[in-house]
């Protein structure tokens, strides 16, 4: 999912990004917290529902991995953290305003 539009440019005076109207504030995203077990047995925390910039997200992600002392990575507008971490996960996030909450199993 690409986080800007392909306008580049446009002679309409009213014209208004629709991805403008679909940033959330970074105080106010709304996350599900998810485990996934990978082959090899290894579980990975994955945290869904952000929405904004991709710099935002990477710089939640990087605090996430700090916090949590593991290794991770962002992809498709998710964070993956290694290791089953959901409850410290919500914590973190709920520490810092955000709307977390455990999903699936």
């Known amino acids: 999912m690409k ?6 440019f446009s002679t309409d005076p009213d014209y208004k990004s629709e991805l403008s109207s679909e940033i959330v504030k970074s105080s106010k995203q709304d996350f599900r917290i998810h485990l996934n077990r990978r ?15 991709q710099d935002q997200i990477k710089t939640i992600g990087k605090r996430l991995k700090k916090k949590c002392g ?3 990575t ?11 971490f959901r409850d ?3 914590e973190l996030l709920k520490s810092q305003g ?8």
């Not at 082959?39 to 910039?53: A, D, E, L, R, S």
């Not at 955000?98 to 199993?105: L, R």
């Open 74 to 84: 962002v992809k498709n507008n998710e964070i993956l953290i290694q290791g089953n």
């Open 3 to 8: 986080n800007t539009p392909n306008i580049i």
């Open 88 to 90: 410290k996960v919500i």
């Open 70 to 72: 593991v290794g991770g």
């Open 39 to 53: 082959p090899g047995g290894k579980i990975v925390t994955i945290v869904k529902g952000f929405i904004g910039h």
């Open 98 to 105: 955000h709307i977390a909450k455990p999903s699936g199993g």
